[in-house]
C-alpha cells in the first residue's frame, strides 16, 4: 500500500516561501505523475501543477514562475518549492499519486498541509 506524507505547511508573510515535501512509501512503479492540489477555504480543491515521467512539470497559470516541483528520487520524495508566496496562495496543500503500474490505475492522497499566507 503506498502512503504519501506532506510537510513543510506553515505560517509566512506574503513575499516569503515556503517548500513543501511529500513523502512517499510503498510499492510505486515508474509510470506515475504527482500532483500537488491546494484547497482555499470554502472552495474546492484546484490542481497547481504536477511532475510526470520523472521529469517533466507542468503548472497552473497562477503559479508559473513562482513555484516550482521537483523530485528526489533516491528518497522518494517530491517538492513543491514556493516563491514570492501572496495571501491567494492560502490553503491546504494535497500531494496526489497517479500509478499506472501493471496497466492498472491507482491513485493515493496525502493528508494535507496547511499554508497560511498572512498580508
Known amino acids: 500500500q503506498v502512503q504519501l506524507v506532506e510537510s513543510g505547511g506553515g505560517l509566512v508573510q506574503a513575499g516569503g516561501s515556503l517548500r513543501l515535501s511529500c513523502a512517499a512509501s510503498?510499492?510505486?512503479?515508474?509510470?506515475?505523475?504527482m500532483y500537488w492540489y491546494r484547497q482555499a477555504p470554502g472552495k474546492q480543491r484546484d490542481l497547481v501543477g504536477f511532475?510526470?515521467?520523472?521529469?517533466?512539470?507542468r503548472y497552473v497559470d497562477s503559479v508559473k514562475g513562482r513555484f516550482t516541483i521537483s523530485v528526489n528520487n533516491a528518497e522518494n520524495t517530491v517538492y513543491l518549492q514556493m516563491n514570492r508566496l501572496s495571501p491567494e496562495d492560502t490553503g491546504i496543500y494535497y500531494c496526489?499519486?497517479?500509478?499506472w503500474g501493471h496497466g492498472a490505475r491507482k491513485e493515493y492522497w496525502g493528508r494535507g498541509t496547511q499554508v497560511t499566507v498572512s498580508s
Open positions: 510503498g510499492s510505486i512503479s515508474s509510470l506515475n505523475t
Open positions: 496526489n499519486l497517479e500509478d
Open positions: 511532475l510526470t515521467n520523472g521529469s517533466n512539470t
